[in-house]
T-cell receptor, first 114, second 113 residues
């Protein structure tokens, strides 16, 4: 119930293409869904986040699509660039408690070929 | 500019040694976290602290302990290091509540031989 399942484990996309990473969760109490981006040698950094009261959020080339009934959410990277090559993690958390921690998926390694 | 720093980028220790990993944040955040990152396993929560001297076990606390004597500092302790604790360790901090970004440090690559 606490898991967040992420797929695919790795992804190769040509420059200019669309990258799509999917996540699924079981716990319906989750109400905050961020995506983190990690470059080699760096810690993860927040990329974009969504709450379940909206079905889509867009920031530049990055879009989160959220399907509450299916308990799934996905990250779409439009016009993928070599600089987008990184590891992406989806995550989820619930509630507004002082001690809430994020639960992460296992990550997707994205390679954008030029 | 927000900053989470970790005491070492790379660390090599011997089996059985006591190991201290230090994390400092300068954002006055109440919440601090320790994760370990392993290929194919993602980020797994070891411990977190929601306030000074407060701590909660995460998903994989066995073999670890933590200390938080001051708000800005959160230490991860390996009481007796073992080879299966060879990993990347990431510290993070954030303000409590939903929608607040969790800021990560650069990580410590620990090798136990």
């Amino acid at each position: 119930q606490q898991q967040v399942k992420q797929s695919p484990q790795s992804l190769i996309v040509q420059k200019g293409g669309i990258s799509i990473i999917n996540c699924a969760y079981e716990n319906t109490a989750f109400d905050y869904f961020p995506w983190y981006q990690q470059f080699p040698g760096k810690g993860p950094a927040l990329l974009i986040a969504i709450r379940p009261d909206v079905s889509e959020k867009k920031e530049g080339r990055f879009t989160i699509s959220f399907n509450k009934s299916a308990k799934q959410f996905s990250l779409h990277i439009m016009d993928s660039q070599p600089g987008d090559s990184a590891t992406y993690f989806c995550a989820a958390s619930r509630g507004n408690q002082a001690g809430t921690a994020l639960i992460f998926g296992k990550g997707t390694t994205l390679s954008v070929s030029s | 500019d927000v900053k989470v720093t970790q005491s070492s980028r790379y660390l090599v220790k011997r089996t059985g040694e006591k190991v201290f990993l230090e994390c400092v944040q300068d954002m006055d955040h109440e919440n601090m976290f320790w994760y370990r990152q392993d290929p194919g396993l993602g980020l797994r929560l070891i411990y977190f602290s929601y306030d000074v001297k407060m701590k909660e076990k995460g998903d994989i606390p066995e073999g670890y302990s933590v200390s938080r004597e001051k708000k800005e500092r959160f230490s991860l302790i390996l009481e007796s290091a073992s080879t299966n604790q060879t990993s990347m360790y990431l510290c993070a901090s954030r303000l409590p509540g939903q929608g607040y970004e969790q800021y990560f440090g650069p990580g410590t690559r620990l090798t136990v031989t």
